[in-house]
């Protein structure tokens, strides 16, 4: 968290201040949602706070993360700040479709074969030993 994040209004009082932290108020709890995982997918709305707050975190807890988004034929200003908040450890992908369902669906199959190739390699791992 950036020092000038907490204002101290008195001895008793402080302020913190979410528009000054990078990835914003949902930095604050993603930590321990994402500390068990090596690898977060994650499908992005257009606008919102959350890909850039996951990028972020991603990079401080050294957890990859896949964001996917719609195409556009110019990048949001969100999906601009994803790409320096995470310092572009964040992997975005754009997909051929106009809707987040259909973004969501992508994600999902994708993240599946993730997996399903992980699994496959643990158990090539396993049968060495």
């Known amino acids: 968290?950036?020092?000038?994040?907490i204002q101290r209004i008195d001895k008793r009082i402080a302020v913190v201040r979410?528009?000054?932290m990078p990835g914003g108020s949902k930095t604050r709890f993603l930590p321990a949602l994402?500390?068990?995982h090596d690898h977060v997918v994650y499908a992005a709305p257009f606008c919102g706070g959350a890909p850039v707050?996951?990028?972020v975190i991603g990079q401080r807890?050294?957890?990859?993360?896949t964001l996917f988004y719609a195409q556009r034929e110019t990048p949001t200003?969100?999906?601009?700040?994803v790409r320096q908040?995470?310092?572009s450890s964040a992997e975005t992908i754009e997909c051929n479709a106009r809707r987040l369902a259909i973004v969501k669906a992508i994600g999902c199959h994708r993240a599946a074969r993730i997996e399903k190739h992980r699994a496959s390699r643990k158990r090539e791992i396993g049968a060495e030993r």
């Open 18 to 20: 979410d528009d000054l």
């Open 53 to 55: 707050a996951l990028a």
């Open 34 to 36: 994402m500390r068990r």
């Open 77 to 81: 200003p969100r999906q601009r700040l």
């Open 1 to 5: 968290m950036r020092a000038d994040a």
């Open 85 to 87: 908040a995470g310092d």
């Open 61 to 65: 807890l050294g957890v990859r993360v």
